[in-house]
């Protein structure tokens, strides 16, 4: 603004009748809106698409680095000293796409690449202080993440990729949390995650897709937690690797989940989880192809349902209500021209699963699991030549496949209340093939269970 406009405002104030102090007492009197110390509220409402994209090439490079993060919405919030409560509403409506590639003819250390995609996204974090945490968040847009390296030469390649429709971390260190949760998402996840590498030392690929995933860590303190998670979209994690040479290890992992709650504490801990998956499937798919290795292993886990308490001392309860309608598959398809160490193929699928591990202290579990859909697992190993029977070399696939899984073990007390049913059939498929002059050792493993529950209790030691 000019002096000559600025002289002209004030002009018209005066003609007002206004002086220059009573005019600035006016205008100050009035208190701006105040938050509410100690507190957090958060309301955030997303309509529109989100899009994140990345391409990281060069031809030759002593460390390679890049990730691509695509968010709806997104809560941060950290506390020291000082208990925070925290208010959080989210709403996301929009698609949610999260792309990263890199390529280089070599790369003599190390090469990461990750991509993540959340619909909803909240990260807590307190330091010797207590956190309230109460949250909802709404998702249906669908969330998509993609990550994929081409390197000839590395050192040690590591690619992920991280879909999820709503996202939800607490971590109190010297501090205790309280959560009341609710979480819906209607929109279809999928992550995929791919590397393609000449010779490498290591490589490693990771593919998580939820569509509700919920962590909540105690260290040296107490949870007391409600967590509610419904599930109507689709999960699919994609794993692929596929390498010339590994001198080292070479894993492809891939998991995928309808509904995902985990809690851990050092002092105790009192849970309530429910949780509904009505997706029409949830799919993980592992695939591994190494023409020239050493350590080959390929792992694909497909979960409707997950409620997982871990705890030191204190007591813990957890009770999980869960029910399953979708279809769950879980495949790992391994191959190794030449297999010089471990060679691993495995798979598993669960409609539902709860599971607390009390520590030293009483546990208590009431597990209500109901599942409808159909469990199917597959996990195929081939090695073209292992080296011999004389061999240091092992070959191995395992697939298991649970309707429902229910379990509580402490090196104290326990009780436990298990309501199960399942109305989905159950299939297992383990396939262990070695051509050449054989293998040390082959072995396999297959498993198909309706209902499975297990209470431990006491120390053995």
């Given amino acids: 603004m000019s002096r000559t406009v600025q002289v002209s405002v004030m ?14 007492q006016a205008t100050t009197s009035q208190e701006p809106p105040k938050a509410q110390l100690d507190r957090v509220i958060n309301g955030q409402i997303q309509l529109g698409n989100v899009w994140s994209n990345l391409n990281v090439s060069t031809p030759a490079a002593a460390t390679l680095a890049g990730s691509s993060l695509a968010a709806g919405n997104s809560l941060n919030t950290d506390t020291a000293g000082i208990n925070q409560t925290i208010r959080n509403t989210q709403e996301n409506n929009g698609q949610v796409d999260a792309n990263a590639s890199s390529w280089s003819s070599q790369v003599t250390g190390r090469a990461d690449l990750a991509s993540t995609a959340l619909g909803n996204a909240q990260n807590s974090t307190a330091t010797n202080a207590n956190i309230d945490n109460w949250a909802s968040q709404t998702n249906r847009g669908a969330a998509t993440a993609n990550a994929r390296q081409d390197i000839a030469s590395v050192g040690d390649a590591n690619t992920a990729a991280t879909a999820a429709g709503n996202a939800q971390s607490v971590l109190v ?5 309280r959560s009341d ?13 791919s590397s393609w590498t000449g010779t490498a030392n290591t490589v490693v690929v990771n593919a998580l897709s939820a569509g509700n995933t919920q962590a909540l860590t105690a260290d040296g303190g107490q949870i007391r937690s409600n967590s509610n998670q419904w599930n109507g979209g ?18 492809a992992r891939a998991d995928a989940l309808g509904n995902d709650s985990n809690t ?5 801990q009192w849970v309530t989880v429910n949780q509904d998956n009505s997706a029409g499937r949830i799919q993980a798919n592992s695939n591994v192809n190494v023409w020239s290795g050493a350590d080959v292993v390929g792992v694909a886990n497909g979960v409707g349902n997950n409620a997982s308490a871990w705890n030191g001392t204190g007591g813990s309860d957890l009770a999980a209500r869960q029910n399953n309608y979708a279809a769950v598959g879980a495949n790992s398809n391994v191959f190794v021209g030449e297999l010089s160490g471990l060679g691993a ?3 598993s699928g669960v409609g539902n699963s709860a599971v607390l591990g009390g520590g030293t202290s009483d546990a208590s579990l009431v597990a209500n699991q109901a599942n409808y859909g159909a469990i199917n697992v597959n996990a195929n190993f081939t090695a073209g030549n292992a080296g011999g029977v004389g061999a240091a070399s092992t070959a191995f696939a395992g ?16 009780g436990a209340q298990f309501n199960q049913f399942n109305a989905g059939n159950v299939s297992s498929n383990a396939n262990v093939n070695v051509g050449g002059a054989g293998v040390g050792t082959a072995a396999g493993t297959a498993s198909a269970i309706g209902n499975a529950a297990t209470a431990t209790a006491g120390n053995r030691n």
């Fill in 399 to 414: 697939a298991s496949g649970v309707g429902n899984v229910a379990s509580v073990a402490s090196t104290a007390r326990v």
């Fill in 345 to 347: 193929s495995n798979a």
């Fill in 234 to 251: 689709n999960s699919t994690a994609n794993a692929n690797l596929s390498a010339e040479r590994v001198s080292g290890v070479a894993v």
């Fill in 11 to 24: 002009a018209l104030v005066l003609a007002a009748g206004l002086s220059a102090p009573a005019f600035a």
């Fill in 181 to 193: 949760t609710s979480q819906s998402n209607s929109g279809a996840t999928t992550a995929n995650a």
């Fill in 264 to 268: 851990e504490s050092t002092n105790g």
């Fill in 173 to 177: 260190q010297g501090g205790n949390i």
